[in-house]
């Protein structure tokens, strides 16, 4: 996990295990040669609670001389415009957090994972529905993620603790059933280990075995993807349909994993399907899988970014581009647009005060890969931003003494038949940019001579 001469970053909440982490990295790094540093990230979910775990993590480093960054996150606000659970949000971020201060080379970020938080990963998996990599559970080493209490229960790293008089802090939400993991925890786990005390340790042997046997499968995997290439994203689909299901399905998942798709067993069904019966399916705004012959292929469209509407339809489909590619779309005569990315570190000087939104730009972690861009109706619907409240575009116009022939070149922005952007309105308030926003999609309107 560590080598010598490398940074550890240890993610340090403050509690009994990464308090323990702290201490053993510490007790070691001159002897192993390598530097310590320690990070904390504020999630800000538990008030006092919260600033109290943030001053006892910055006395403990002051009092090691160990280096800290401490950043903080409005993860409860992030989550409820990002429609993602507080969980799944404050993971996300903490890991951002890591990326940001500990991504050079030779940088590894220690975390205080141990085997009762592995045993109840693989618990979870299997409420879930899992296949072999649900049942491996937490990795021992990710990346520069590295995780050196993975083989040690929590019983066993308070009583570290303990025995070398360390204090910690508790987070009082642990104590909460309102999560499955913390039920699990407090009810499940319990009943396990009466039946067998080594209940933790024999799930983490079975996650050692089962990931060497995943590990040497995806191998198997990568190779018979490789064997099967016709050329880049072509493959020969007898070679794939000559595969043991086993190996065929991690082809599959292989073949989305590099270009960073979704891979539920929904999707590799259909795609397993589509590979036995031709055809083709869109799976993301950009990429499209066709099976023609003997050809099994991930497509893109024509032209990145824009796709021509039939004559007369008055409606383009955008594709939202990577940073530093533009787009330009082209409805009426006398009238095109233009779209973009822009980090927002990018551009302080456009946003002079957090609290003030752009109106011609959208925060692009809330909106789809793939819009229409089309003529507004009157019975669309918008809710403008500091509006409080949905108004049809008919209104709107109304209240703008908009003249027919205008209203009739009105344009309109769209995914999955929500109104995203209307003109002469700006965005919809659920995916307008706020002071939370870290990328933007960017509209402007251009005028042509």
């Known amino acids: ?221 990568l190779g018979a993807l490789e064997h099967a290439a016709a050329s880049e994203r072509r493959y020969s689909r007898g070679a794939l349909l000559a595969l043991p299901a086993v190996l065929r399905l991690r082809t599959l998942r292989l073949l989305l994993q590099r270009e960073g798709l979704r891979y539920d067993r929904g999707r590799l069904r259909l795609m397993e399907e589509i590979l036995r019966t031709g055809g083709g399916v869109q799976l993301s705004g950009r990429w499209t899988l066709r099976c023609r012959g003997d050809i099994f292929s991930l497509e893109e469209p024509p032209a990145f970014g824009r796709r021509k509407a039939p004559a007369g339809a008055h409606s383009v489909q955008i594709y939202v581009p990577p940073l530093g590619q533009t787009v330009q779309a082209g409805l009426f005569p006398g009238k095109k647009l233009r779209f973009y990315l822009i980090n927002i570190d990018k551009c302080e000087e456009t946003i002079k005060y957090p609290e003030k939104l752009l109106k011609n730009a959208l925060d692009c972690d809330r909106i789809e890969r793939i819009l229409n861009l089309r003529c507004a109706r009157p019975s669309d619907k918008i809710r403008p931003v500091g509006r409080g409240c949905t108004k049809t575009m008919k209104n709107i116009w109304g209240e703008n003494h908009l003249s027919v022939p205008l209203r009739r070149e009105q344009l309109l922005l769209e995914a999955a038949g929500r109104t995203l952007w209307a003109e002469g309105v700006g965005a919809d308030e659920h995916c307008a940019v706020t002071r939370d926003t870290t990328c933007i999609f960017a509209i402007e309107l251009l005028e042509e001579d």
Do not use: W
């Open 1 to 221: 996990m560590i080598r010598r001469g490398d940074r550890v970053f240890v993610a340090l909440s403050g509690g009994a295990d990464s308090v323990a982490l702290l201490h053993i990295l510490y007790t070691l790094r001159i002897q192993m040669g390598f530097s310590l540093h320690a990070l904390h990230l504020n999630h800000r979910l538990r008030g006092t609670e919260s600033r109290r775990d943030e001053r006892f993590v910055r006395s403990l480093c002051a009092s090691l001389d160990i280096p800290l960054t401490v950043d903080s996150a409005p993860v409860r606000s992030l989550a409820r415009r990002r429609g993602l659970s507080v969980e799944d949000c404050a993971r996300r971020v903490r890991y951002a957090f890591f990326r940001r201060h500990a991504g050079a080379p030779g940088d590894k970020v220690a975390t205080a994972h141990t085997a009762s938080d592995n045993a109840e990963t693989v618990l979870l998996n299997l409420i879930r529905g899992t296949g072999l990599r649900g049942l491996c559970g937490i990795p021992p080493v990710r990346g520069n993620i590295i995780r050196p209490l993975i083989g040690c229960t929590r019983a066993q790293v308070e009583a570290y603790c303990a025995g070398y008089g360390l204090a910690y802090v508790t987070d009082s939400t642990n104590r909460s059933d309102e999560h499955t993991r913390n039920r699990l925890r407090h009810h499940v786990v319990p009943l396990l280990l009466r039946e067998n005390p080594r209940f933790e340790e024999r799930v983490s042997d079975m996650a050692q075995m089962l990931r060497a046997d995943a590990d040497y499968l995806d191998r198997e995997a």
